[in-house]
């Protein structure tokens, strides 16, 4: 019973066709423009340090320059800006990487024939000039509308109205992918059903306007909107492109086997903290190896420490073995090779060990599996 209520419950309204914002949602422009701002901003003796962020995802190029020069009281016009912040980004396009999960998303689409339209509030031909880099992607498209060939861009309805009109579908059909607040509340305002993928972390509690808020692309359940469902998902993980990282055993700040009765062998975020920005918060899994003990099977977090609450994302593996004894100072290599699901707030202390345990054979289940086990071969855990 309890089952079948929670299956009507998450059965949104069907649709027929996608519309995907780009930047932020697809693309990971934002690290790119950070780059840009640090060096515009440094010109002028100024440090970018993120806090505009929320200012300026989802606005107009004017719209974000306006707030970055009237915040840093700049002494330039907000022309000039533009203009320096556009022949720069158009050195940086083919730096620009796709989200986790966006190459899988347009992959899937396009194999079911479910048509799909790219809107953004960027001109088009920086559109173009962006997807050119990314496989596959501008075929995909069954249309491409740019903010400038609209007249009046996100939170306004119109792009994504004229998105469905050139897909010669009804708006109460379509189903719309955003990042940004603008363009939530422009899907709303199109009378479209909304995916918010928010792009800045902890900021889920300000997009009530949206149908479904979810942590990343990798989190998306189709079959809800009556779309073909993933096929990739195995005994409840999802294979990922596998990734390494590595370091010294470091005392940590979680709360660790003292508090949650689970011990987390963390490593200092120096030197990671890019690579970990690329990842969004969750539950992975993988292989660990300790230079003088062997390899291991291990589910970890990586997060914000919602505990804690500190600036930095961490990662906490699990090594699935009892070791009896500590070993901090050991170096101590990690290959991940697959997601479990996204970063949860629990209501207790019960819950959330619960679940890290569930996590716990989950991976552990998962990684006997030849897809999984072939990496636990990888020299990069045995190397020192
Ligand atoms: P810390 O505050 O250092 O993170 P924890 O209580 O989380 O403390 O314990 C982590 C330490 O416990 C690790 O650094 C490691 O030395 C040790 N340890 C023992 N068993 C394990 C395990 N199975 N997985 C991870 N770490 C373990
Ligand atoms: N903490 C959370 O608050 N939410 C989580 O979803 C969560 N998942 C975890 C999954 C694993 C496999 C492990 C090892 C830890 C997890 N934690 C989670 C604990 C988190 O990493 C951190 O230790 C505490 O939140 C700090 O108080
Ligand atoms: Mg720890």
Known sequence: MAEKMSITESLKKLVRC????????????DGVIGEVLKVFLGKYGKQWDGREGPKIVGKTPFEAASAIVEDYGLPQQVNFFLEFHHFFLISMWCN????PGANRLIKHLRNHGVPMALASNSPRESIEAKISYHDGWKNSFSVILGGDEVRTGKPFPEIFLEAAKRLNVDHSSCLVIEDSLPGVAAGKAAGM????????????HLYTAADEVINSLLDLHLEKWGLPPFEDWVEGTL?????????????????????LGIPTANLSTEGYSDLLMEHPAGVYFGWAGLSARGVYKMVMSIGWNPYFNNKEKTIEPWLLHDFNEDFYGEELRLVIVGYIRPEANFPSLESLVAKIHEDGRIAERALDLPLYSSHKNDPYLRST
């Open 193 to 204: 059903e909304v995916i918010a993928v928010p792009s800045l972390p902890k900021q889920s």
């Open 96 to 99: 620009i990487k796709a989200l």
């Open 239 to 259: 294979p990922i492109d596998p990734w390494c990282i590595g370091g010294p055993v470091i005392k940590g700040f979680g709360r660790g086997s003292k508090v």
């Open 18 to 29: 996608v519309i995907l914002d780009l930047d932020g949602t697809l693309l990971n422009t």
